[in-house]
């Protein structure tokens, strides 16, 4: 083959950048030039699935919270209020939760959105045929975990009739009283439900659309008859998916006429696009930052801001050697963070040794497993590996979409051949499809960088037991479980005084920094350059690809310059 000098690599960027922006650049602008309002918004990885009650990756949410809405929403305060529903009520032990929805609710469409459908949408989450990766989210709810479990396991499955399978569907408790009136009866006590209904299990996908082509629907944009600020009007896979403002929407038509997600995984092209105005909004690789820092212009338009969001080096603890607690250990203990953050992240994270981030319920403080090389060697010693040269091959995987990721991939790697003399077999994987492994026990990658969690909403136990319980499909994934860890939080859980539950989470968090399931590495603050011609957001934490969302949407606005 032959290698393309640097000018001709340039070149062929701006060529690749042309070819993959055309649609947005042909829509946004020619949209713009007819007076109309649309934001071009930059991504780095197309979906996997745009599926409500299957999706579980932040840039499939992003898409789907656009054009759907739950009983409830997030503020841009991080508070929860009301949305399809206008209030909720619990019962004295918080065992149920009524909500009452809104007076003449409408999908895109013009039909009714009644409680039926926010039913439907608890159902299909339960519903074993669907097998949704937030599944678990609900089992608190009376008889979602029995319906999903109805079929046994991969290991030890059970038939069922579709007889049994409807007795189970409705068995669930969540109870229609009447079309403005849903009530959710519970397992336990759950004083923080009420957040739990803004997230997208929660978004009512028309019944009749999603059993038509149960597998499939959500690829035709017809097919997204929502209630959410905007419609979707086109899916270009790999490229391109496209927003209208919804007529239909309850607090009426947003100020933006629409908003273009295009998707790009290099970084530089979507930077040149950026300065060329194809772009309003676009993530920014922290290998840019430099660049961006050193212009006056784009580091005027740069927004920062810290996210609730943990990085982890991913392990399968299925897998050897990361079976081995002092295995882990020592991976721990090799990683220097310090560097990695300030260095070959160019400072866009914030180094931690724990799980939940600082400022959420549940955080604590600790130098356990801070970068030793000493302590490293002695570990992976004590291992039932003995050493090095006891190890089996590790591959570590990495999202190949964005070449700067390359580099992050062999300085960890260096890390670990130079402090502990293990040479880590790269693997290079297509941002889709490592999406796709990360979602199923059986292929789980050996060693991911980086795994985590980006905080679904502001409650620990969002944190702790929505990803780390023996239940959960999150932890099921990698195969970590510790059933002390379960009895604090399940304890925890049920308590409505943030006093009494303080002591509990904090424990179970120590249990994870003990049992270091993958070595904990950073917080992420997130850049994002925006055109100074955006205005009306207001980032929040929760809002991890680009500001305003979620908490914005109504706000946004693009205003002559």
Request: net charge negative.
């Amino acid at each position: 083959m032959y290698r393309l000098s640097a000018q001709w690599a340039r070149i062929a960027a701006v060529l690749i950048a042309i070819t993959l922006l055309v649609p947005a650049v042909v829509s946004g602008v020619s949209a713009q030039d007819a007076g109309s309002k649309v934001l071009r918004v930059h991504h780095v990885t197309y979906p996997d699935a745009i599926d409500p009650q299957t999706t579980s990756f932040v840039n499939e949410i992003d898409i789907l919270a656009l054009a759907y809405e739950g009983l409830t929403r997030l503020d841009t305060e991080q508070a929860t209020v009301p949305a399809a529903a206008e209030s909720w009520e619990y019962n004295e032990d918080a065992t149920s939760i009524t909500f009452t929805l809104r007076e003449g609710l409408l999908y895109s469409d013009g039909t009714p959105l009644t409680a039926d459908n926010f039913r439907y949408a608890v159902q299909r989450t339960c519903d074993p045929r669907v097998a949704g990766n937030y599944q678990s989210i609900l089992f608190g709810v009376v008889g979602c975990q029995d319906f999903a479990t109805i079929g046994g396991t991969a290991d030890e499955p059970v038939e069922y009739t579709d007889e049994e399978w409807q007795a189970a569907a409705d068995a669930i408790g969540a109870t229609v009283v009447d079309d403005l009136t849903l009530q959710v009866d519970l397992i336990e006590p759950t004083p923080y439900f009420h957040t739990i209904a803004y997230m997208w299990v929660f978004f009512p996908v028309k019944q009749e659309i999603a059993e038509a082509n149960p597998d499939n629907w959500w690829q035709d944009a017809a097919n997204h008859i929502g209630n959410g600020t905007f419609n979707i009007t086109d899916i270009v896979e790999d490229q391109l998916i496209t927003f209208e403002a919804n007529d239909n929407y309850w607090q009426g038509s947003p100020l933006l006429d629409g908003i273009e997600y295009v998707y790009q995984g290099e970084s530089a092209v979507a930077l040149e696009a950026y300065i060329n105005g194809d772009l309003d909004m676009m993530a920014v690789d922290p290998s840019q930052l430099p660049q961006i820092e050193a212009d006056p212009v784009l580091a005027a338009e740069l927004v920062s801001y810290p996210t609730a969001w943990t990085s982890t080096l991913s392990m399968n603890l299925a897998l050897e050697p990361f079976d081995d607690l002092s295995v882990r250990e020592a991976f721990a203990y090799a990683f220097d963070r310090e560097t990695y953050c300030s260095v070959i992240r160019n400072g866009d994270c914030i180094p931690t040794l724990s799980w939940v981030p600082e400022g959420i319920l549940g955080s604590i403080e600790t130098d356990q497993f801070a970068f030793d090389p000493e302590a490293a060697v002695a570990a992976l010693a004590e291992s039932s590996y003995g050493g090095p040269e006891g190890l089996p091959e590790i591959q570590l995987f990495f999202n190949s979409n964005d070449s700067a990721n390359t580099a992050r991939a062999e300085w960890v790697a260096g890390q670990y051949r130079d402090v502990l003399g293990i040479e880590l077999t790269l693997v290079p994987t297509e941002g889709t499809t490592l999406i796709d492994l990360r979602s199923n026990q059986e292929t789980f990658p050996q060693l991911l960088l980086v795994g985590g969690w980006i905080q679904d909403y502001p409650d620990p136990q969002n944190w702790l037991s929505v990803f780390f319980t023996c239940d959960s499909d999150f932890a099921d994934r990698f195969s970590y479980c510790n059933e002390e860890f379960d009895a604090l939080v399940n304890e925890a859980d049920q308590l409505a005084d943030p006093a009494a539950r303080t002591p509990l989470y904090e424990q179970a968090s120590q249990i994870l920094v003990d049992d270091q399931p993958g070595p904990f590495l950073y917080n992420i603050a997130l850049n994002t350059l925006v055109k100074p011609n955006v205005t009306g957001y207001t980032p929040t934490a929760s809002e991890s690809l680009w500001p305003g969302m979620l908490s914005s949407l109504m706000t946004l606005d693009i205003v002559d310059e």
